[in-house]
């Protein structure tokens, strides 16, 4: 009899933040895709139906047992996550892969309004605190601040394909608790596929021949394989095995990696604002995930 998988609190931090490093390493395979000219429906439907292939290849016996009620929120689930992949990939088009890291990750900071919207749970002070510093933390990054009175089409993108990511967070945790991860897994790589696919030959099919596919297909294979399966295998292990706290802090160290990567390879330089804008996002989404209300509580017992 096969023993169930059981990791150390360090061993599912260590696996999130190889999760992190990843999907940071993953806006420079983007970068190169869109660079030679592959548009973001081709991008996405070549990554998610790996994604998909390999979920299916590794934990068919879960997903043949998917029920009606996984479907649908798989469904539901991979709709969202389609839009957000869309609007996040057309955007890196139009602007640096550290911008697009940084930005993408103030999902974190929109969860808590989306939670509102839909629950009426009023948001704590410090939520509009984070809100407010990231805000201003987005432009000093756009450099609206140097006489750019403006996002650029990229950076409003991303900062949209945002909020959906925050939608998809907020559903996974009212509706997606007790379905089977795995069918979760293959239907968001199966809806952006098939999603994909649907959209690039309604609209993007005039761009094929422009494709320089020797240059964009290896990029998109990686994102398939290493960022879609891969990435979201080891979130879906390590979070199993370590606190949620932990597990948000690791995870938006995705935006630092992404910031590092782009610096490295020379698609972006280090610049002040970079340096501070990210800075200023990466303090409000830390803010977000500390409960102040334990600290104090854990301060008073030892006092």
């Not at 609007?87 to 088009?93: K, W």
Request: with cysteine.
């Amino acid at each position: 009899m096969v023993k169930p998988m059981k990791l150390s609190k360090i061993q599912a931090n260590l696996a999130l933040l190889l999760t992190a490093t990843i999907w940071g390493a993953g806006y420079i395979f983007s970068k190169q895709a869109t660079n030679a000219h592959m548009p973001a429906g081709v991008i996405n439907a070549i990554r998610g139906l790996i994604y998909a292939s390999l979920a299916f290849l590794f934990f068919h016996r879960q997903i043949l047992r998917m029920n009606k009620s996984e479907f649908k929120i798989g469904l539901t689930a991979g709709i969202i996550n389609l839009i957000a992949y869309q609007l996040q990939t057309a955007g890196i088009m139009y602007t640096t892969p550290g911008n697009n890291a940084f930005l993408t990750a103030t999902y974190v900071v929109f969860v808590p309004f989306i939670m509102w919207l839909l629950t009426r749970e009023t948001p704590s002070p410090k939520d509009y605190l984070a809100i407010t510093l990231c805000i201003i933390g987005m432009c000093v990054l756009t450099n609206i601040f140097g006489g750019n009175f403006g996002f650029h089409t990229g950076d409003i993108l991303v900062i949209v394909s945002a909020i959906f990511y925050a939608i998809q967070i907020v559903y996974f945790g009212r509706e997606a608790a007790t379905v089977n991860p795995w069918c979760i897994a293959f239907m968001l790589g199966a809806i952006q596929g098939a999603g994909g696919l649907l959209w690039s030959l309604l609209t993007e099919s005039p761009h094929y021949a422009a494709i320089n596919w020797s240059a964009a297909i290896g990029p998109v294979i990686i994102l398939g394989v290493l960022s879609s399966f891969g990435a979201q295998t080891l979130q879906l292990i390590g979070q199993k095995f370590t606190d949620p706290t932990a597990a948000g802090l690791i995870m938006m160290t995705e935006s630092v990696f992404g910031s590092l990567f782009s610096v490295l390879f020379g698609f972006e330089e280090l610049t002040i604002s970079l340096v501070a804008g990210g800075g200023l996002i990466l303090l409000a989404i830390l803010l977000m995930q500390i409960d102040f209300r334990k600290l104090f509580i854990k301060r008073e017992r030892r006092a």
